[in-house]
């Protein structure tokens, strides 16, 4: 049974940073394209950061050059650095693993950012 297990979030104020995981139990991990996206209350789920394994890294234009995602193929992690947090990056972040064929979420992990 596939999971994706996100860890990390956390209340945190404004300029603040914060480092998600996702712990991924995948076969061939390195062959998927992971991700991470959100949703705010009252919004649709947005991508925040996709990494594959051959394509160049996507980021939102919201969080470009503040947010980092990167992965670990041999720990099967995926990791999103943020800095430089807003009020507006506060939603529940969801890790994502993708391949040609199927595509898997994690249950989400709670980010915070007071004002």
């Known amino acids: 049974q596939v999971q994706l297990v996100e860890s990390g979030g956390a209340l945190v104020q404004s300029g603040g940073s914060l480092r998600l995981s996702c712990k991924a139990s995948?076969?061939?991990?390195?062959?998927?394209?992971m991700g991470w996206f959100r949703q705010a209350p009252g919004k649709q789920r947005e991508m925040v950061a996709t990494i594959s394994p051959i394509e160049p890294t996507n980021y939102a234009d919201s969080v470009k050059g503040r947010f980092t995602i990167s992965r670990d193929n041999h720990k099967k992690e995926v990791y999103l650095q943020m800095n430089s947090l807003k009020p507006e990056d506060t939603a529940v972040y969801y890790c994502?693993?993708?391949?040609?064929?199927?595509?898997?979420w994690g249950q989400g992990t709670q980010v915070t950012v007071s004002s």
């Open positions: 995948l076969n061939f991990f390195s062959g998927y394209t």
């Open positions: 994502s693993a993708r391949d040609v064929v199927k595509e898997y």
